[in-house]
């Protein structure tokens, strides 16, 4: 089976603080996304990345950053956390063959 | 650019049948889905189709693709309690990074 796995279900930060969520995928899949889901709005991507160390802007990339230094582990940082940023947010990740893309449980993150 | 749009809500009995539609704006769309996603959970595929067929069947569900008006469901006959979930639309192309856009989900509450 397939597992994307985040660090954390739920995160309390406090504005201004510097937060990262991690997210992990043991299917050695070349793609992993970040996205952000909020009440009728659906799913935003924030970034995505293709391979190791790359990276790319998605529909709503600002106040966010990413790395991605291994290729398993894609991370999600924000560099000085709003409360605007609270949020669902989601990792996934897909091969370069693949049909669909495989999601984590969600962090959910109140920045107060 | 791609636009994916979801109704936000849907109510059926127990037994019925539900219809969840989706329209998309990107013709170049090769693969559509339908993920659900139920309460504090993250998203799993549900079902997808491949944007050269008009329909697939899997046990209780069928997928319907109007590629001419961009119009997309999802029917689940014999609607059941455990199908109540977020149900949301999406799309992708082949190659490129992979990339997969969301509609906004459309809530189904199935009332006993």
């Known amino acids: 089976d397939v597992k994307v796995t985040q660090s954390s279900r739920y995160l309390v930060k406090r504005t201004g603080e510097k937060v990262f969520l991690e997210c992990v995928q043991d299917m050695d899949h070349e793609n992993m996304f970040w996205y952000r889901q909020d009440p009728g709005l659906g799913l935003r991507l924030i970034y995505f990345s293709y391979d190791v160390k790359m990276k790319e802007k998605g529909d709503i990339p600002e106040g966010y950053s990413v790395s991605r230094e291994k290729k398993e582990r894609f991370s999600l940082i924000l560099e000085s956390a709003s409360t605007n940023q609270t949020s669902m947010y989601l990792c996934?990740?897909?091969?370069?063959?693949?049909?669909?893309?495989?999601f984590g449980q969600g962090t959910r993150l109140t920045v107060v | 650019g791609e636009d994916v749009e979801q109704s936000l809500f849907l109510s059926v009995r127990e037994g019925d049948s539900s219809v969840i539609n989706c329209t998309y704006t990107?013709?170049?769309?090769?693969?559509l889905y339908w993920y659900k996603q139920e309460p504090g959970a993250g998203l799993q595929l549900l079902t997808y189709?491949?944007?050269?067929?008009d329909m697939k069947q899997d046990q209780r569900l069928t997928v319907l693709l109007n590629k001419k008006d961009k119009h997309l469901s999802l029917r689940i006959a014999d609607t059941q309690t455990g199908d109540s979930a977020i149900y949301f639309c999406?799309?992708?192309?082949?190659?490129?990074?992979?990339?997969?856009?969301f509609g906004t989900g459309t809530k189904l509450q199935v009332i006993p």
């Open positions: 999406a799309e992708s192309i082949t190659g490129g990074y992979q990339k997969v856009t």
């Open positions: 189709i491949f944007s050269n067929m």
């Open positions: 996934a990740s897909r091969g370069q063959l693949d049909t669909e893309a495989f």
């Open positions: 990107d013709s170049s769309s090769t693969y």
